[in-house]
C-alpha cells in the first residue's frame, strides 16, 4: 500500500524462499540492506507475477535478486535486465523482463532493470544457506555496498560500475 | 486402429490435471477422463495440530484463494469455541465479509482477465503464442491494465485486513485479531493513490458490457459449448438471495427443481457422500438421496446464478436479471455462461465492498467474543470457485482428531469431466487430424470452471503440456508436448 510520493527511486524485489536452502539467496539479499531504507524501497516475493508490472512502474530503478542455479566465475552476477515478453505456461511465475516489458507496455513507464543473480547449489526444504552459497551471498553483498555507495555519489561513479 | 490422446497438464488452470481422450479404430471416442493425478493431503496432517492452527494451516492449501480456505476454517474453529456465525461482533462479521468479498473480487479478476480473456478475445484456435495475458497486454492494453488494478485493489484489500495480500493471518477463533483503521479506509475510498471501490464498480459494469456484447456475438457457440444438464449447489440467505459468507445450502436440478431446501450448514454431512474413482485423487461429491450417477452438482458462479432468488445490491441484480432473461430464465447448463455469471459476481463484490468500507462497524475494536467449547466445528463458505467445506473434530485437549475438506472444485469434479466429455464427441470424434484448437477446446471447457486443482488435491502444480496418442493395445503412436 505504498503511497507513490513516498516510494524512493530505487525498488529491490528478492525473490526466493527462506524454507528452501539456496533459494533463500533473494530475501537474505533485502535482510542484508533492509537498513538502507532511507535509499531503497523493498519487496519480497517467491515468484513475480503481472501485478508486479504495476508496482515496479512507480520506480525509476528495479533490482531483481534471486538465486541462480547457472555457476558464475565470480559466485554473482550483476548485470541489465532488458525488458523482453516470455512466453511462460503459467502467469504466476514471470521472469524479471517479462516483468519490466509489461511495465512499458501497460503503464508507458521505463524504469531501469538491474538483476542480482547469486549462485546456489541446493534448493531441499530446509532453513540455511549452503556453504558455497554464503561465500558468494558475501561476494554480492561486499559489491552492492560499494555499489550502494556509489550511487549516493556524483553520477559518473554509479556509471562507471555498471 | 485405437487411439488414446493425453493433455497433461491443462494449462491457464491452478494446478495439475490431465486429460486423456480414447478413440477407437474409426478415430471416434469411446470414453474420455480429467484426471487430477497428485495430492497432497491436508486432510491427514492436520490431524494431531491444535485446533487454533488450522485457519493458519490451511490457508496453504492455495496461493490463489487461501482466504477461503482462511475463513472456512475460522468458521469452523468458531464453533470449536462456541461461537457460531450470528455471535460473532458486528465488526468482526464485517471485516470477515470484506475481505472474503475482496478474495473473490480479486480471484475472480484473475481469471477472467489472466487466464479466459485470450480464448475469448483471440478465439478457441487462435495460435497458440496469442492465448495469453502477455498477448491480450499487447492488443487490448486497456483491459489488461484494468485487469491488474482490480487483481490489485481486491489483493490490497486482504492485506490491509490480514497484513498480507498472500497466506496473512486476520481471523482468530471466536472472532478478528485486527480491525480497519480511517487511514486504510481513506485509502480504498479517496481514490488518490488507487483507483478507488467506486471506479471499480464502474470497470465491473464496463467489463460485463463486453461480456453481454461477447454473447450477443457468439450465442450460438456460447449457448451449445458444454452445455449438459446436472444440478447446481451453492449458498443463499434466508429470503433465498445470493450469499457468500454465510447462509444455507440450495441445490436444484437441470430444469430447476430444488433437490436441496435450504439447509443448515451444519447438516451438510446428512445429504452429501463422495466418490472416488481410481483414476483420480479428486472425490465426486453427490446428494445421498440422488445418488452418485445424477446426485452430483455445479457449483461457482453459473450455479450461484441459478440457484439465488436475487442478488441482494442493486446493480450486480439488474445484471442478473439480464443474464437469466437472456435465455428465457430457464436453468443455463451452458458451461460458458460461467463467465458472465463471474462478472456478475465481481460487480457484486464491488458493491459490498464499497458497503462495507461506508459502514463504521469496520472500525470497531470489538473484535471476538467467547462461548462454551465444543468438540466439532463445521465452517461452510461460498469460495470463489464455489461452495467450500472444511469440518474438525478436536479432542478434550483441542488437538485436531479429524478433518474433512469438501473444496468447489471437488464439486465440479463430474462436470469438468462431462465438459470435456462433451468437446472429446462434439470436436475431436471422428475428426481425423487432431489440431493445437481442438485440444485448447478442451482446456477452454475445463477453464471455465477455474479449478483450483492444487486446492482439491492439494498438489503442487508443474504445468507443462503434453498429448499423447496410443492405439487399442496401449501404443504411444504420436506425442506433443509443451514445457514451461
Keep these: 500500500m505504498n503511497d507513490i510520493n513516498q516510494t524512493k527511486k530505487t525498488l529491490i524485489i528478492g525473490i526466493g524462499n527462506y524454507g528452501r536452502a539456496d533459494d533463500a539467496l533473494g530475501w537474505k539479499f533485502i535482510d542484508e540492506f533492509s537498513y538502507r531504507d532511507d535509499l531503497y524501497d523493498f519487496e519480497y516475493r517467491y515468484q513475480l507475477q503481472i501485478e508486479d508490472a504495476e508496482l515496479v512502474s512507480k520506480y525509476e530503478k528495479v533490482i531483481f535478486a534471486d538465486a541462480s542455479h547457472q555457476p558464475m566465475e565470480e559466485g554473482f552476477s550483476f548485470y541489465n535486465c532488458v525488458p523482453a515478453p516470455t512466453s511462460a505456461f503459467t502467469t504466476h511465475q514471470l521472469n524479471p523482463e517479462t516483468v519490466l516489458w509489461l511495465a512499458q507496455e501497460l503503464f508507458y513507464v521505463y524504469p531501469r532493470g538491474f538483476i542480482m543473480a547469486i549462485e546456489g547449489t541446493h534448493w531441499e526444504l530446509h532453513q540455511g544457506l549452503s556453504d558455497l552459497a554464503e561465500e558468494n551471498f558475501k561476494k554480492a553483498i561486499a559489491f552492492f555496498k560499494d555499489y550502494s555507495k556509489k550511487l549516493t555519489a556524483p553520477p559518473r561513479s554509479a556509471k562507471a560500475i555498471l | ?484
Design chain 2, 1 to 484: 486402429m485405437k487411439k488414446k490422446i493425453t493433455i497433461d497438464p491443462v494449462t491457464r488452470v491452478e494446478g495439475h490435471g490431465r486429460v486423456t481422450i480414447h478413440l477407437d479404430e474409426y478415430g471416434k471416442v469411446e470414453d474420455s477422463f480429467f484426471h487430477i493425478v497428485e495430492f497432497r493431503g491436508f486432510e491427514r496432517f492436520i490431524q494431531g495440530h491444535p485446533y487454533w492452527e488450522a485457519p493458519v494451516l490451511v490457508q496453504r492449501l492455495c496461493g490463489i484463494c487461501p482466504v477461503s480456505h482462511h475463513l472456512a476454517a475460522a468458521k469452523a474453529i468458531d464453533q470449536l469455541v462456541g461461537i457460531d456465525p450470528e455471535d460473532l461482533t458486528p465488526a468482526a462479521f464485517k471485516l470477515r465479509k470484506l475481505m472474503h468479498y475482496g478474495q473473490i473480487f480479486q480471484s475472480h479478476a484473475l481469471h477472467f482477465f489472466y487466464l479466459a480473456s485470450p480464448d475469448l478475445l483471440f478465439g478457441m484456435d487462435a495460435p497458440v503464442e496469442k492465448r495469453n495475458v502477455f498477448a491480450v497486454a499487447v492488443e487490448n492494453k486497456e483491459l489488461a491494465r484494468k485487469g491488474i488494478l482490480m487483481r490489485k485493489f481486491g489483493q490490497e484489500i486482504i492485506q490491509a485486513i490480514a497484513g498480507k495480500k498472500i497466506h496473512g493471518v486476520a481471523a482468530v477463533p471466536g472472532g478478528m485479531h485486527k480491525t480497519f483503521d480511517p487511514k486504510e479506509r481513506e485509502y480504498f475510498l479517496n481514490g488518490k493513490d488507487i483507483p478507488n471501490i467506486k471506479t471499480m464498480i464502474e470497470w465491473s459494469q464496463e467489463i460485463i458490457g463486453f461480456i453481454k456484447g461477447y454473447h450477443e456475438k457468439n450465442r450460438v457457440l456460447l449457448d451449445t459449448f458444454a452445455a449438459f444438464p446436472s444440478g447446481h449447489l451453492g449458498m443463499v440467505d434466508d429470503v433465498g438471495n445470493l450469499e457468500l459468507y454465510h447462509g444455507k445450502l440450495r441445490a436444484i436440478d437441470s430444469i430447476g427443481n430444488i433437490t436441496l431446501p435450504d439447509v443448515s450448514t451444519n447438516d451438510y454431512q446428512k445429504y452429501f457422500l463422495e466418490g472416488v474413482e481410481r483414476w483420480s485423487y479428486m472425490k465426486f461429491p453427490y446428494l445421498k438421496e440422488i445418488g452418485r450417477e445424477k446426485g452430483w452438482n455445479r457449483v461457482g458462479p453459473l450455479a450461484r446464478m441459478n440457484i439465488c432468488n436475487a442478488i441482494p445490491t442493486p446493480l450486480a441484480e439488474k445484471e442478473r436479471q439480464a443474464f437469466v432473461a437472456f435465455t428465457g430464465k430457464k436453468v443455463n447448463n451452458s458451461t460458458l455462461y460461467s463467465h458472465w455469471a463471474r462478472l456478475i459476481e465481481i460487480l457484486h463484490c464491488a458493491e459490498v465492498m464499497n458497503e462495507l468500507l461506508h459502514d463504521d462497524d469496520i472500525l470497531s475494536n470489538d473484535l471476538v467474543r467467547e462461548g462454551k467449547p465444543r468438540l466439532e466445528g463445521i465452517g461452510i463458505i461460498e469460495a470463489p470457485r464455489g461452495t467450500l467445506t472444511h469440518h474438525y473434530q478436536v479432542d478434550e485437549k483441542g488437538m485436531i482428531t479429524r478433518c474433512n475438506l469438501i473444496v468447489s472444485t471437488t464439486h465440479n469434479n463430474e462436470a469438468m469431466n462431462q465438459a470435456v466429455k462433451w468437446v472429446a464427441n462434439n470436436v475431436i470424434s471422428q475428426k481425423g487430424a487432431i489440431t493445437d484448437g481442438m485440444l485448447n477446446q478442451v482446456e477452454v471447457a475445463i477453464r471455465a470452471y477455474d479449478p483450483c486443482l492444487s486446492c482439491a488435491t492439494q498438489a503442487l502444480g508443474q504445468m507443462p503440456l503434453k498429448l499423447e496418442l496410443y492405439n487399442h493395445s496401449g501404443e504411444l503412436i504420436d506425442e506433443r508436448y509443451k514445457s514451461n
